[in-house]
């Protein structure tokens, strides 16, 4: 992996020699989530994707986004290269109070051991966090949104995430064991081709920063934080430009018959969802 590249499309290449720590870990952390968005877009594209994470941080250096296995896993590459020691966990992100609490690896965490601790990372979470937290119970103010973290009751010596009450997930929880890269490749293929999986239903991307989320789910555009904003796009031109201005995505990969046929699929959505024939569902969250 080209770590220089990943470092300066994060917009820190200053860190590339940066010993580890806290600070620079949380530093890492920031960047990354606030450049690099959560994106299922390339299930919409017919673009098949696989967990492997130097493809994932490949396809992060050339522009895109991703989501939990993607963004967790390129990140896990590039935070090792810079020597830092860090762990992947099985998990599963609880989408509303009838699923449960679950470890059904439909989540992919990472935690992060330096002198001073353990830290939980996760740039794969959405709408959640913005910076790294200490693996200590507690609660946790990041900008206008509340976090907590506590002992796992599924998990015998792992963790829970509690969810802001405004965010789009419950809450998570996590194991303490190690897990590998292929331990997710089944439900990553479920995730990405299953007509009942939330992220074939509904095109999601969003982007945390220190203000807030913003979220465009379909052709839905929201902002939860310092404002509230609920929009509908209604362009082909609309749409990118959002994609562009909001999310940090050009879609320079994307040619003009790739776009177009994008954006019919999403307008046919929206046009079912507007008849009472679908539904906007949220996406189960990998």
């Known amino acids: 992996m080209n770590v220089a590249a990943y470092l300066s499309r994060i917009g820190r290449p ?9 600070d620079n870990l949380r530093e890492l952390h920031i960047a990354h989530i606030e450049r690099v968005s959560y994106e299922a877009l390339q299930i919409w594209l017919g673009r098949p994707t696989t967990v492997d994470p130097l493809e994932s941080a490949n396809r992060i250096i050339g522009g895109r986004g ?5 963004l967790n896993g390129a990140f896990s590459l590039l935070v090792t290269a810079l020597g830092y020691e860090v762990t992947k966990h099985f998990a599963g992100a609880q989408q509303d109070a009838a699923t449960g609490p679950h ?7 990472l935690t992060v051991r330096l002198p001073d601790g353990e830290w939980l990372v996760d740039l794969g979470l959405g709408d959640a966090i913005r910076e790294p937290l200490p693996l200590v119970a507690g609660t946790y103010r990041q900008g206008p949104f509340e976090y907590g973290l506590r002992p796992s009751e599924i998990a015998p010596g792992g963790w829970r995430f509690d969810h802001d009450p405004r965010g789009s997930f419950i809450g998570m929880d996590f194991g303490p064991a190690p897990a590998q890269m292929s331990d997710f490749a089944d439900k990553h293929r479920e995730l990405t081709t299953s007509p009942e999986s939330g992220f074939v239903r509904i095109a999601v991307v ?7 989320v913003d979220t465009m789910r379909g052709l839905v555009l929201t902002r939860i934080g310092d404002r509230s904003l609920r929009t509908t796009i209604t362009t082909q031109a609309d749409y990118f430009a959002a994609l562009a201005d909001v999310f940090g995505l050009p879609m320079a990969d994307v040619s003009a018959r790739e776009r177009e046929k994008l954006w019919r ?4 959505a929206q ?5 009472g024939s679908g539904s906007p569902a949220r ?3 990998p």
């Open 265 to 268: 699929r999403l307008h046919e």
């Open 66 to 70: 991703g989501y939990c296995y993607h």
């Open 103 to 109: 470890l059904a690896g439909n989540h992919l965490v």
């Open 271 to 275: 046009e079912r969802w507007l008849s």
């Open 14 to 22: 200053d860190l590339l020699n940066a010993p580890p720590s806290a």
């Open 206 to 212: 969003q982007r945390r920063d220190a203000g807030g």
């Open 283 to 285: 996406e189960e969250r």
